[in-house]
């Protein structure tokens, strides 16, 4: 049995290469960029206004008298007045500066007086109130490096270029297969035996907390030509989750049917609780992960591993680990690295009751997965330790 960092590091080893796709602007939220981004323009384009106001040329005010007002420029347009001594133009926010001109006073800082304005700005400096043409970008430089997330921000930056398209790496494709005889669809009789399928909607919720829509939900009997015949209808996924069928029960036919499909098995079990019997494979295109059919299992290997892999291949990190210290003492055995369902506090991290791979109360109210050293067996309040941040 591998130990929980061995698994991810094989995992690491066999994700793909990202792929990139070029989208519109508009739909990059959430991405992150592909390629470096050259400030494609001057931003700003020219010297405008940052007040509304008046324009004047401070070395040609006598810097006592009244000025004249000649004339205005709105913000959208063009004026080619030039202004003489001690002459003015009224000037909006974001309009151009008129030749000439080189400082705007705030109208808030002049005493006007039909086409007279009397200055009252102690602090006006030559230069003042006016953003400089290319004070935030100059065409060519580097607007947003390769690796960026895009922000809402960053859109409207990038907009604010003229950019209306940017190249990202792609969200891959995932398919899930819930396997199981026992499960049935919400609505339909519980009859003797049976219980509620929940792993598909559940992982289909997490991927979607991802901002994925798998591309596929099917759920199979424990049967081996019903799972291989599924596997293999998904083969050109970039990501397979299947669960349930995965440890050495006579029904638990799948890592059988993985290898019939062609599936190359990197490894099965691994050193952690709970999720022990988790398989992980891959094809030439697919990473497949086999997961334990207990439910808090499923949810555990999702966010420890599955995510793992969608992040390197969207190179993003879509969920926060944080250092915490721990609210409580908690013991445990050696031999496997726990996972446990933790939520935050003002001071640290709280372990919750109902730990068990069957149960989800505790997931449900969870914000995050604490984990514990495979060789530690006691933890104390206040010892730090790692935290996955989960909602
Ligand atoms: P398995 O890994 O197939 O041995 O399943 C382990 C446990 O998880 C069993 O108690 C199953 O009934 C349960 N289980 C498996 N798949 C699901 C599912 N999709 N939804 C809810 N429980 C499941
Ligand atoms: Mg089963």
């Not at 130990?3 to 990139?20: C, D, G, N, T, Y």
């Not at 043409?133 to 490096?145: H, N, P, R, Y």
């Not at 640290?348 to 969870?366: R, W």
């Amino acid at each position: 049995m591998i130990s929980v960092l061995e698994a991810k590091q094989h995992i690491i080893k066999h994700v793909k290469s990202p792929r990139v796709e070029e989208k519109l602007l508009s739909d990059a939220l959430g991405f992150v960029l592909a390629e470096t981004l050259l400030a494609e323009i001057d931003t700003p384009p020219f010297d405008n206004s940052a007040m509304d106001g008046y324009a004047f040329s401070y070395s040609k005010w006598d810097k006592k008298s009244a000025l004249t007002v000649i004339g205005e420029v709105q913000a959208g347009s063009e004026n080619s007045l030039k202004t003489g001594a001690n002459e003015a133009i009224r000037i909006f926010t974001g309009a151009p500066v008129p030749p000439e001109v080189d400082t705007v006073i705030m109208l808030e800082k002049v005493e006007r007086n039909a086409d007279k304005i009397t200055l009252l700005d102690e602090n006006l400096k030559q230069g003042g109130n006016i953003r400089p043409k290319g004070s935030q970008t100059k065409k060519g430089d580097v607007a947003l490096q390769k690796g960026q997330l895009v922000t809402p921000a960053g859109i409207s930056y990038l907009a604010g270029m003229g950019y209306s398209k940017v190249k990202v790496f792609t969200k891959p494709k995932v398919s899930i297969i819930i396997t199981g005889k026992e499960l049935v669809k919400a609505g339909e009789t519980l009859e003797t035996g049976k219980i509620y399928e929940s792993n598909g909607i559940g992982l289909t919720a997490g991927l979607r907390q991802l901002g994925i829509e798998p591309v596929s939900v099917a759920q199979v009997d424990d049967v081996s030509e019903s799972i291989e015949n599924a596997i293999e209808s998904q083969l050109n996924s970039d990501i397979i989750i299947l669960t349930g069928g995965v440890s050495v029960g006579n029904y638990d036919l799948v890592p059988a049917a993985l290898e019939k499909c062609g599936v190359e098995k990197i490894f099965h079990k691994v050193k952690q609780k709970p999720g022990k019997p988790f398989y992980f494979g891959t094809t030439s295109n697919a990473l497949i992960f086999a997961l334990p059919g207990n439910p808090a299992a499923v949810m555990t290997c999702f966010y420890e591993y599955v995510v793992t892999a969608i992040d390197a291949l969207m190179q993003k990190t879509h969920l926060k680990t944080l250092m915490l210290s721990l609210e409580n003492d908690f013991n445990k055995k050696p031999g496997l690295t726990n996972f446990l369902k933790g939520k935050t506090t003002e001071n640290g991290v709280k372990i919750l009751d109902s730990q068990l791979s069957y149960m989800l109360n505790s997931f449900a109210i969870a914000d995050c997965l604490i984990t514990l050293d495979e060789d530690k067996t006691e933890y104390k309040k206040g010892d730090l330790v790692v935290v996955l941040m989960i909602a």
